[in-house]
């Protein structure tokens, strides 16, 4: 079939402009709300590559400048409309911001500010330590995670690291308005973005043991069935501590304390102390303490194999926090146990630089982050700073190799391959700030429209955003509120050719890797949502400035 894939929300306008044609025509015209032509092109042709399934030809329209709304047009065929102008994103940026806020456990989502997507008080009652014979513990508040309503350290840890970081490296996060309970602090009060992210830095606090070590989740034992999270009433269990999710939580907190210091120095100075409390448990606790669900239980896992990294996101944040030496002394010695975990990664077939991982697993890139900020003159820095930049090489080099110039590769399209997307991303934004290159902006703009609907299955995977938006993600309470459109924001997994669920499994075999996806609220393995998979999104948005 004959189709037209563009980024359906729109371009900057002196971004970088394509869209991708599926089939053969002399010329193409971008043309404007009237119907009129403001541009003519030719096509060029890429030709077939292995990931997205179509024959390309590329509509380059970069020069076409004056903000509108506009089509592309070849042959008969005619895109959907997008815009071109500054204000672009606006939308998008408060869209993917206020998710956060339907994410919200605990007290209940207000009519004033969730509109119809209200919902009552959730996840109230106290939380039974798994295995211990003590006294509940009151851990309500954060965001739920993901299409379940699980509360999950690292998860949450890392969400809240992609927003931090990116208000230090993009202040301009901090101007964005989008509708939540305004709260009070020193200045008077904090902007939206560290409003909403002292939501689930409260809960993380209430996660943290006296002993300075932190419970790796908050769940029921098992995942609720498809109710609205008020109608969720089965027993909470916060199961084992683990050091994966204290080495997040002394980092996530040590960076925290550097944004919230300036809105509200008794909160920041209580982040420090918690950051300093956490990284003394995992001094006096050397060895790894990984985590495994107890029997019977089916919660997410968030399993690491190993804690090296989460350590060391750990010394450089606190490094940057404090300035004090023994971090970086620390930040250096893990430094050389994670190179040589990398190696041995290497060995067995997996392909990057461990230096800039930055999911929920491996978060070396996280410690990255803090040393790009701290700018210190050492050795570290110096070498952090290039294994981003090569990376971000490698990256435009894969982007070369398809007709849609995205950085991935054919395997990268695993579970949740949207966040593998934005990941690369942040490498490239982040890469952009230490060294400019316009092929690092060409990939980042190439991302974005992949994302926004330049794919070959013409979806734009961030609801409520592009006219062919995906609507049906696997996430309790939108497919139980009776409301036909999910909020506004949502970034899907997307495509994943394991296809690792019943309904996934039934689409045709040996699929291009870009068409392993179906917009079915069924498909939790290709079309979830989780908190990390918006987070990049904002970090990203904001180094589009
Ligand atoms: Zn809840």
């Known amino acids: 079939m004959n189709k037209i894939f563009v980024n359906q929300v729109g371009f900057l306008k002196d971004s970088a402009k394509r869209a991708v044609v599926n089939f053969k025509a002399p010329d193409f015209k971008v043309i404007d709300a009237q119907g009129k032509a403001v541009y003519e092109g030719a096509l060029s042709h890429f030709g077939t590559d292995d990931i997205s399934g179509e024959d390309t030809f590329i509509a380059d329209f970069s020069s076409v400048t004056k903000e509108g709304t506009y089509k592309i047009k070849a042959g008969d065929t005619e895109s959907v409309s997008f815009t071109i102008g500054d204000k672009s994103y606006d939308q998008l940026k408060k869209d993917i911001c206020k998710c956060f806020y339907y994410l919200r456990c605990g007290a209940a989502l207000d009519r004033e500010h969730a509109g119809v997507y ?49 208000v230090r490296f993009f202040p301009n996060l901090l101007d964005i308005e989008f509708d939540i309970p305004k709260e009070k602090c020193d200045k008077g009060l904090f902007p939206d973005i560290l409003s909403e992210v002292k939501v689930e830095l409260d809960f993380l606090m209430k996660m943290q043991r006296e002993n300075g070590s932190v419970w790796h989740k908050v769940t029921t034992f098992n995942h609720a069935d498809f109710i609205m999270p008020e109608d969720d009433k089965n027993e909470l269990f916060l199961f084992n501590v683990s050091s994966l999710a204290t080495g997040d939580i002394a980092a996530v907190f040590a960076l925290a304390y550097t944004v919230y210091k300036d809105y509200d120095k008794a909160y920041a100075d209580t982040l420090l102390d918690k950051a300093l409390k956490a990284y003394q448990w995992l001094n006096e606790n050397p060895d790894e303490l990984l985590f495994k669900n107890a029997e019977g239980s089916n919660t997410g896992e968030y399993g690491e194999s190993e804690d090296i990294s989460n350590r060391f996101w750990a010394a450089c944040s606190l490094y940057e926090a404090t300035s004090d030496d023994r971090y970086y002394q620390d930040a250096v010695k893990l430094s050389e146990r994670l190179i040589s975990f990398d190696k041995a990664a290497v060995k067995k077939g997996y392909q990057g630089d461990v230096f800039t991982c930055l999911g929920w697993a491996e978060v070396a890139g996280l410690g990255g982050f803090s040393l790009i900020l701290k ?23 894969n982007a070369s190799k398809n007709g849609f110039n995205l950085c991935m590769d054919k395997k990268d399209f695993i579970w949740g391959s949207n966040m593998e997307l934005l990941k690369y991303l942040m490498v490239l934004t982040v890469s952009n700030v230490i060294a400019t290159e316009k092929e690092f902006e060409d990939a980042i703009t190439s991302g974005i429209d992949y994302l926004l609907g330049c794919n070959s299955m013409d979806v734009s995977y961030v609801t409520g955003n592009g006219e062919k938006a995906f609507k049906n993600p696997h996430l309790r309470p939108t497919a139980v509120d009776d409301i036909e459109e999910p909020w506004p924001g949502l970034v899907s997994g997307g495509p994943n050719v394991g296809l690792h669920d019943p309904k996934a499994s039934e689409l045709p075999k040996n699929l291009p890797a870009m068409k392993c996806y179906l917009d079915d609220v069924e498909c939790y393995s290709l079309n979830e949502i989780t908190i990390y998979w918006n987070s990049p999104l904002v970090f990203v948005m904001g180094g589009l400035q």
């Open 375 to 397: 700018n210190a003159d050492n050795v570290l820095t110096a070498s952090i700073k290039e294994s981003f930049v090569s990376e971000a090489k490698r990256l435009c080099s």
């Open 118 to 166: 209200y919902h009552e008080p959730c996840h109230l009652s106290k939380a039974t330590v798994y295995g211990e014979d003590t006294e509940p513990v009151d851990v309500s508040g954060g965001w739920h995670d993901a299409g379940d309503f699980g509360r999950y350290s690292t998860a949450g840890a890392v969400a809240v690291a992609h927003l931090l970081y990116g």
